[in-house]
């Protein structure tokens, strides 16, 4: 793939960030009631059109974008100073967002079932003692939240440092090279004359002319002898 058509693909993948932010903003506008105070209000809301609508689209489709979104990124990042931390902060957040889909899933199609027996009569249902899913849920829960805030914080330290001057695959490096070559006098090729007075300057501070040649001029004679003498146009 040529270099324009990935540097557009990348751009496309980062949108998946900020639209990531505003269906996770969408989806969270209406609260949800609280299950151990208002058990039969929450039943009522977890079964609604709305409530899978909004956790289809807004949660799940947005973790979605967020990992399209991240890898763009990290793709970015690994061409710039910061590419090892980019890649790391890439490998954590998308990881942390993988893990959290199959919760929300959970959320979006298995809670509905369960609002529905509360509001058939089932409250034995929520009596039920935990099982072993129910813990490993849990400790799932506590690595999606300890993934994401580990990456989201290497993802701002690889943004700050490649953000920085010399930052990009032509910065410090490079530049350093640039001001090398110009102090050392012993990089440049001697085949000319001329590169014994430039090329010098690292290694002398007096600037000569001994080197330089300029071709002798004719020198025109009253007497119609077109000769020169032997020192005649040469400089010393």
Same mark, same amino acid.
């Given at each position: 793939?040529?270099?324009?058509?990935t540097?557009?693909?990348?751009?496309?993948?980062?949108?998946?960030l900020?639209?990531?932010?505003?269906l996770t903003?969408?989806s969270?506008l209406e609260g949800?009631?609280?299950?151990?105070?208002?058990?039969?209000?929450?039943a009522?809301?977890v079964?609604?059109? @709305?409530?899978?609508i909004?956790?289809?689209f807004g949660?799940?489709? +947005?973790?979605?974008?967020?990992?399209f979104?991240v890898?763009?990124?990290?793709v970015y990042?690994?061409t710039?100073?910061?590419?090892?931390?980019?890649l790391?902060?890439m490998?954590l957040?998308?990881?942390?967002?993988a893990?959290?889909?199959?919760?929300q899933?959970?959320?979006?199609?298995?809670?509905? @079932?369960?609002g529905?027996?509360?509001?058939?009569g089932? @409250?034995?249902? @929520?009596?039920?003692?935990?099982?072993?899913?129910?813990?490993?849920?849990?400790?799932?829960?506590?690595?999606?939240i300890l993934?994401g805030f580990?990456g989201?914080?290497?993802?701002?330290?690889?943004l700050r440092?490649?953000?920085e001057?010399?930052?990009?695959?032509?910065?410090?490096?490079?530049?350093?090279?640039?001001?090398?070559? %110009?102090?050392r006098?012993d990089?440049?090729?001697?085949?000319h004359?001329?590169h +014994?007075?430039? +090329?010098? %300057? +690292?290694a002398?501070?007096?600037?000569?002319v001994?080197g330089?040649?300029r071709a002798?001029?004719?020198?025109?004679c009253?007497?119609?002898?077109?000769?020169?003498?032997?020192?005649e146009?040469?400089?010393?």
């Amino acid at each position: 793939m040529s270099t324009p058509n990935t540097t557009r693909w990348i751009g496309i993948g980062l949108l998946g960030l900020p639209l990531y932010g505003a269906l996770t903003f969408w989806s969270s506008l209406e609260g949800q009631p609280d299950p151990d105070t208002q058990l039969e209000a929450w039943a009522r809301f977890v079964t609604t059109n @709305e409530y899978v609508i909004g956790h289809l689209f807004g949660s799940i489709l +947005g973790l979605i974008f967020l990992i399209f979104g991240v890898f763009a990124l990290g793709v970015y990042l690994a061409t710039s100073r910061a590419g090892r931390m980019g890649l790391w902060a890439m490998f954590l957040t998308v990881l942390g967002s993988a893990l959290f889909l199959p919760l929300q899933g959970v959320s979006t199609f298995a809670v509905p @079932e369960e609002g529905q027996a509360v509001l058939a009569g089932l @409250e034995e249902f @929520e009596a039920l003692p935990d099982i072993f899913a129910n813990t490993v849920a849990g400790l799932t829960g506590l690595v999606v939240i300890l993934l994401g805030f580990v990456g989201h914080i290497l993802v701002g330290v690889a943004l700050r440092d490649a953000a920085e001057v010399g930052g990009s695959p032509l910065g410090w490096g490079q530049r350093v090279d640039v001001l090398e070559s %110009c102090v050392r006098s012993d990089d440049r090729p001697r085949e000319h004359p001329v590169h +014994g007075a430039i +090329g010098g %300057c +690292g290694a002398s501070d007096k600037w000569g002319v001994d080197g330089l040649e300029r071709a002798a001029p004719i020198l025109h004679c009253p007497r119609g002898r077109g000769s020169r003498g032997p020192t005649e146009g040469a400089i010393t």
